[in-house]
């Protein structure tokens, strides 16, 4: 078997359904195996998974287990060379996978490969990242990305100035699109399912490349993201966890007055996007039910890292 292409779902039916439909009319070349991973949908996508695609590997969790642990399962019964990480709301183009996997079989040097990610529109959506580190928090903690982003400084932390057409190495490539070689997984171990959601495959990267691996983006294949079809159920929340994912990464892998200094940003990062959303509210009624969730979540994010900076998020150590 060339990929074992791994789907984790929750409440995604709709776009579900297209994920799949477009692997099995847009994969040639290869052999693939699809395994989806539904935790505990209540919208009755394992019913359309049963009836629409019986050749799909179905597991069904009683309870929300995340998106690292639901790909664990999923990487337990894979049989493929490769591993792909394929998140439910996306569209991959002709022959996406197949030169995915050609691109990964010309460079074995790479535990990862990942593509050009768009967006419905067809506009790029960045899916390349640098490692988290407290230069990078400090950048992102200011608007300046957003207003020079074509700075190579300014936009370091999620690289906004690369339009992703080119072949480079990488420190993070995005899970919604993530090949993974086998051989490189069984040396490393799998994702570390203390990351409930957000932050894994910065953590499963940083593990590749301490191993001597290379994280590497290939423009020659690409895939549509609609983005958010699962955390946009509880989008209040994923605005934090996703902070939080970050602080939990810096807390693994650095040392105590790097995770201190950590929070503090983090906190900065939320403190100053309440002004601005505090002015859509008042000067944007048609925006304020956006900015209530924006401002909810904020407020939360404050409140939880100082929590965070007196107790800690995570324990030390590695999957």
Not at 160 to 182: I, K, Q, Y
Request: with cysteine; aromatic share 12%; charged share 20%.
């Amino acid at each position: 078997m060339d990929v074992s292409i791994i789907i984790v779902s929750w409440n995604t039916r709709a776009v579900l359904k297209n994920c799949l439909d477009s692997i099995y009319q847009k994969t040639r070349g290869v052999s693939f195996e699809v395994i989806v991973i539904d935790n505990a949908s209540g919208d009755g996508s394992a019913e359309m998974v049963k009836r629409g695609f019986p050749g799909v590997i179905l597991i069904e969790n009683c309870r929300n287990r995340g998106f690292a642990a639901a790909n664990n399962q999923g990487m337990a019964v894979a049989t493929g060379r490769y591993i792909l990480l394929l998140n439910s709301d996306t569209l991959v183009m002709d022959q996406t996978i197949t030169e995915t996997v050609f691109f990964a079989d010309y460079n074995p040097e790479a535990a990862v490969v990942g593509c050009r990610v768009l967006n419905k529109d067809g506009t790029l959506q960045p899916s390349c990242f640098m490692f988290p580190s407290i230069g990078n928090m400090l950048l992102s903690s200011s608007y300046l990305y957003k207003l020079f982003h074509r700075s190579h400084f300014f936009g370091r932390e999620g690289m906004t100035w690369w339009d992703r057409d080119d072949t480079r190495e990488v420190d993070v490539v995005t899970g919604c699109f993530m090949l993974a070689r086998s051989e490189a997984i069984r040396q490393v171990g799998v994702m570390d399912e203390r990351f409930f959601m957000y932050g894994e495959e910065t953590d499963w990267c940083y593990r590749f490349k301490k191993a001597g691996w290379k994280i590497l983006f290939t423009p020659a294949a690409e895939i549509v993201h609609l983005g958010g079809q699962s955390s946009r159920h509880v989008s209040d929340k994923m605005i934090v966890q996703l902070r939080l994912s970050i602080l939990q990464f810096i807390e693994k892998h650095h040392g105590w007055l790097t995770y201190k200094l950590a929070c503090f940003f983090t906190a900065l990062f939320f403190a100053v996007r309440v002004p601005m959303w505090l002015m859509v509210s008042v000067f944007a009624p048609e925006r304020r039910g956006q900015a209530g969730i924006k401002l909810r979540a904020y407020f939360s994010g404050i409140v939880q890292v100082l929590s965070a900076f007196s107790s800690g998020l995570a324990r030390e150590g590695s999957v």
